[in-house]
């Protein structure tokens, strides 16, 4: 896992970028070039709160398709 986030740290940079933006319900930040990689890269990194924090900023995440990845991350 350290040497993960040693060598793939533009996971947890992007993750900062996409948090510290301005998104509503109905551009949420997928919408953004590196969305899904950066929360694929967090998940890889086992950094779980962050890409459950980057699942919120989805326009869908009151989903239950959100909610359930949401869970099991929470879980995890």
């Known amino acids: ?20 933006g301005e998104f509503d319900g109905e551009h949420g ?9 950066t929360v694929i890269g967090l998940v890889l990194q086992g950094r779980l709160e962050a890409a459950r924090k980057l699942l919120k900023l989805h326009s869908a995440n009151s ?5 359930v990845a949401d869970q099991m991350m929470r879980i995890m």
């Open 1 to 20: 896992m350290e040497w993960i986030r040693f060598h793939f740290f533009h996971s947890e940079r992007q993750a900062q970028v996409l948090l510290t």
């Open 63 to 67: 989903s239950e398709q959100m909610k």
């Open 29 to 37: 930040a997928e919408n953004e070039p590196e969305y899904w990689d």
